[in-house]
């Protein structure tokens, strides 16, 4: 945003700006309305790349786009270039910068930007001291903010107004002080002026917020006693607070309370009460609301859809799940990435990484753009399944479609090869990670060494643990050295390597097979417990001939299965084992 070393419109030196600043200044005002502060950012630049000059509307402009997107670092260098062109702001310039700095917390500067535009012989508007009292409750100082209502009052042609308490009334609530709250409100009231839903709901907030949503509910008699009606917001406050208490049946209570009150339940409220009921695994919460939601007449969306088809995948239940996807689909809802992750992990769950992977088909034909979850999901499914051949074939597919491995995707494959009793092939990852500059963690490093320790080959896996050591001690070593004697460093030098000679040797054998070279290109992200939670089941507890699975807390099963023989070197024949299969 620099002017100096740049060249100048001929038309913008001879003038105050030229036909092309005024009209982008204008585009740079509608991107702001619009919602795109930052394309309005990026005009301004173009105007200086352009030799253009801005002027000060331009200007007022930038420092709005600015505030809009946090970045207050920019601020002295506007007033910087305002003054360094000779350009003499104007009130609007002015409250401009108020409010950014308001919008910071840095009050000393709003200040001192305030009172030199009184010196200026501008006069502050009742909207300028609603910003500095704005940003006196964003840095926590709503005390400052009444001194400003006593100068206000003092002021000639400027008064508080409904916006002024309200600011206040926002300021002492966020401090949590709702006695000053209502203090504000009877002065409010004192002065010929009454809360409007706005105030309302400032306090119904900081109720719903402090977990006191019956008093944030209380709100709506105090308001039709002032002839005050309640609206979406209010109610939406109400409803959300019940929900944060886990009180989800009042919160459906007070959703048909809503009919009364002549408003509306919007999709959002529907939605967090479907949530709210799969939560707690209340199936027929969940239809209550399902049914309400066709009584209001209000359509469900991908979220509806995907919510239900959690719920049913969580317990297992992978034909009502994929039925709920099909629902979503002939109902004319396009399926985002999450509906389809929450398919592919459920069908991982079940065993049934065939139909995880059919997935990608659709996805990579029909869209939308299969992601690093996606394919990781399916390639945990196949190292489940005891399927490497076929994980390594996902991840040849996922390298195709330009989508790099991360750590959890190596951690997922590494596991994969223990589960198969090849820790070599867990171990050749680490050259893979490298190049792909994905750095293994301690994790990372256990779970090679428990590939190795669960074939009987302890000293490998001590091997492993060791170098692992060794290079956290070498890093350790660099930040010593600089306090070192160079004779300790040379002797240092020399123990050191002397060590590393002796850990780092690999058994022959071992290099002896290596991964594919389009293998060394793909893959990403395990799945940890998080991923699967162990709520299983609950929405079966109506039916009695699927058995519920497993509980909160409970252990995954255990799958047993046939590991291939195969003879590794001097380590002597492989046998047969029971392989735990992490299906949460």
């Not at 950012?41 to 253009?52: C, E, M, R, T, V």
């Not at 893979?432 to 293994?440: A, G, I, K, L």
């Not at 109506?542 to 909160?552: A, R």
Request: net charge positive; aromatic share 8%.
């Amino acid at each position: 945003m620099d002017l100096r070393n740049q060249s100048h419109c001929s038309i913008c030196t001879m003038k105050d700006s030229c036909r092309t600043v005024r009209s982008q200044t204008k585009l740079m005002n509608i991107l702001i309305e619009r919602g795109k502060p930052q394309d309005a950012q990026s005009i301004f630049d173009s105007l200086i790349k352009g030799g253009h000059k801005p002027s000060l509307i331009t200007y007022t402009t930038l420092l709005a786009a600015l505030t809009i997107q946090k970045n207050f670092g920019s601020i002295h260098s506007i007033i910087s270039q305002v003054e360094e062109n000779g350009m003499k702001p104007d009130s609007i310039f002015f409250n401009a910068v108020i409010n950014a700095f308001s919008e910071c917390g840095n009050m000393e500067e709003a200040m001192e930007t305030f009172w030199k535009m009184r010196e200026s012989g501008l006069k502050p508007t009742t909207s300028t001291y609603n910003t500095l009292i704005k940003g006196y409750g964003i840095a926590g100082k709503p005390e400052e903010s009444l001194k400003l209502v006593d100068l206000m009052s003092r002021e000639q042609n400027v008064k508080p107004n409904l916006r002024t308490f309200n600011v206040l009334v926002r300021a002492w609530c966020k401090k949590k002080n709702m006695n000053e709250a209502w203090n504000v409100i009877n002065k409010m009231i004192a002065s010929g002026m009454h809360p409007d839903a706005v105030t309302y709901n400032t306090i119904a907030t900081a109720y719903s917020q402090n977990e006191d949503t019956d008093r944030a509910e209380g709100m709506i008699s105090e308001m039709q006693k002032n002839g005050v009606k309640p609206n979406e917001r209010t109610c939406g406050i109400i409803i959300s607070g019940y929900l944060k208490e886990g009180r989800i049946k009042e919160a459906l209570r007070f959703m048909y309370r809503m009919k009364e009150l002549s408003v509306q339940p919007n999709l959002v409220m529907f939605n967090s009460l479907i949530k709210g009921f799969v939560d707690v695994m209340d199936r027929d919460g969940v239809d209550e609301v399902l049914s309400s939601m066709e009584e209001f007449r209000v359509k469900p969306d991908v979220i509806t859809f995907s919510t239900i088809m959690n719920a049913w995948s969580s317990a297992g239940f992978m034909g009502k799940c994929r039925e709920i996807f099909d629902d979503m689909v002939k109902a004319g809802i396009q399926p985002d990435i999450h509906a389809y992750s929450i398919l592919a992990k459920g069908y991982v769950r079940a065993q049934e990484p065939e139909k995880a992977e059919e997935l990608l088909t659709i996805m990579l034909k029909s869209g939308p753009r299969p992601n690093v979850v996606i394919f990781t999901t399916v390639i945990s499914g196949w190292c489940s399944a005891g399927r490497m051949d076929h994980a390594i074939k996902i991840l040849d597919q996922m390298y195709e479609y330009g989508i790099s491995p991360n750590l959890k995707t190596f951690e997922t494959l590494i596991w994969g090869y223990s589960e198969a009793k090849q820790p070599w092939k867990a171990e050749e990852l680490l050259q893979v990670m490298e190049e792909f500059d994905v750095q293994p963690e301690k994790s990372t490093i256990s779970l090679i060494a428990e590939a190795w320790r669960a074939t009987g080959l302890t000293k490998e896996a001590n091997r492993i643990l060791g170098t692992n050591h060794s290079k956290e001690q070498k890093i350790e070593t660099k930040k010593e050295l600089q306090n070192e004697t160079l004779e300790k460093l040379y002797q240092k030098q020399i123990t050191t390597a002397s060590h590393h000679s002796s850990l780092l040797q690999i058994p022959p054998n071992v290099c002896d097979q290596k991964l594919s070279a389009l293998s060394l290109r793909k893959g990403r992200m395990v799945l940890r417990d998080s991923d699967f939670p162990l709520d299983c089941s609950w929405l079966a507890a109506k039916s009695m001939y699927i058995p519920l699975g497993c509980k909160f807390g409970a252990r995954c099963p255990i799958v047993c299965r046939k590991q291939c023989q195969g003879q590794l070197g001097m380590y002597g024949q492989l046998t047969h084992s029971c392989t735990v299969v992490f299906l949460n």
